[in-house]
């Protein structure tokens, strides 16, 4: 489906999304979300554990086809592109960080940052550059001989932002990246990725519940039982008090 002119995305929107739905399991994931996200912004998803950020993140970047509604990147529908298509896209145009590092163990830490370009068929020698340059600027160079089971959680995550960086991404997607961090390490993620996103022109969608990870967005949307914040709240059914005090205000 290809939205007619008049509904067509805005031209200044690297993601565009309207009117999203998704359930698992029939239990609802995402109802009726729309957004915009301009080249470069770094955009919070706030919201609980719960809330439809994760989903909403794995709609925008292709993992997921939503049941209804439509997803644009750059103008180009992701919702009607085959199964390839949308992986050759991830691959290709977007990074994808989560609060899990999942590295390979069986391959070095500069393999483990290298591998979207490796995947991609980058030359060897290029691939390895690109990715010890993101570990020395995460101060992880020198663990770039080295395997994963050498590395303690908070560097491990570190690998996995050069990971999504390598590539120089059109957009990344960081689904809670600093959830498994303490206060310092989670500093100097965000400050690496914010750093990163505006020096290289990157879109960021940041899922998260914390308060000052998401404190470095440009701008926020709230999410509540898979809704926009505003209409989840409007759409909740009224408790019985509820109706009592509209009765008594009448």
């Not at 393999?111 to 993101?134: F, T, V, Y």
Request: proline share 7%; hydrophobic share 45%.
């Amino acid at each position: 489906m290809v939205a007619s002119p008049d509904n067509a995305p805005p031209d200044n929107d690297v993601l565009w999304a309207r009117s999203l739905h998704y359930s698992h399991s029939g239990s609802p994931g995402l109802i009726g979300v729309s957004l915009g996200v301009r080249a470069g912004e770094i955009l919070a998803v706030t919201g609980a554990r719960g809330s439809g950020k994760t989903t909403l993140l794995r709609c925008l970047s292709g993992q997921l086809v939503p049941e209804q509604g439509e997803v644009w990147f750059n103008s180009v529908p992701v919702h009607t592109m085959g199964a390839l298509t949308r992986e050759r896209l991830r691959r290709d145009r977007f990074g994808w960080i989560g609060p899990a590092p999942q590295l390979l163990p069986e391959l070095r830490v500069w393999e483990n940052a290298a591998l979207p370009l490796l995947i991609a068929g980058a030359p060897h020698r290029a691939a390895k550059h690109a990715a010890c340059e993101w570990l020395d600027r995460l101060d992880i160079g020198g663990f770039a001989r080295k395997r994963p089971g050498a590395l303690n959680q908070a560097e491990s995550q570190r690998v996995a932002l050069a990971r999504a960086l390598v590539n120089q991404p059109a957009v990344i997607f960081a689904d809670e990246p600093t959830a498994p961090l303490h206060r310092t390490e989670r500093a100097l993620l965000l400050r690496t990725l914010t750093t990163a996103a505006r020096s290289h022109d990157i879109t960021v969608l940041l899922a998260t519940h914390d308060e000052e990870t998401a404190a470095v967005a440009d701008r926020r949307v709230a999410l509540l039982d898979g809704r926009p914040a505003g209409t989840a709240a409007a759409a909740a059914p009224q408790t019985p008090e509820d109706q009592a005090a509209c009765s008594l205000s009448a």
